[in-house]
């Protein structure tokens, strides 16, 4: 979800991601095997297991993590009668001051 890894790169091998997350290797492999399943990895013969094209499922996925959030965040902004214009502010500013943050961190 990060983006540390493109699409085509090509993704350790089951023994090889056993040894590194330190993890017995049937569940690496079905680790990899959900992956694939799921569109995140796809084997191509010759080149063997690969990170597939996940912008569609990025930004669903992106959506599913914060869903619950943004409804948390609505609920208590409603209990506490902020308005939409006062919420929509709040997190503007904040998001602008998390920029500014992560970019003095560079």
Known sequence: MSGELAEGQA???VRTL???????PNTA???VQYLIQAGWLEMRPGLGTVVG???NK???MRRELT???????VAE?????IELRELTTAVES??????????AKR
């Open 18 to 24: 056993a040894a590194e997350l330190k993890i017995h």
């Open 67 to 73: 869903h619950s959030d943004v409804v948390s965040l």
């Open 53 to 55: 094209s996940a912008k």
């Open 11 to 13: 993704f350790p091998s």
């Open 58 to 60: 990025l930004k669903e």
């Open 94 to 103: 904040e998001w602008k001051k998390s920029a500014k943050e992560m970019e």
């Open 29 to 31: 492999h079905k680790a």
């Open 77 to 81: 902004a409603r209990r506490l009668g």
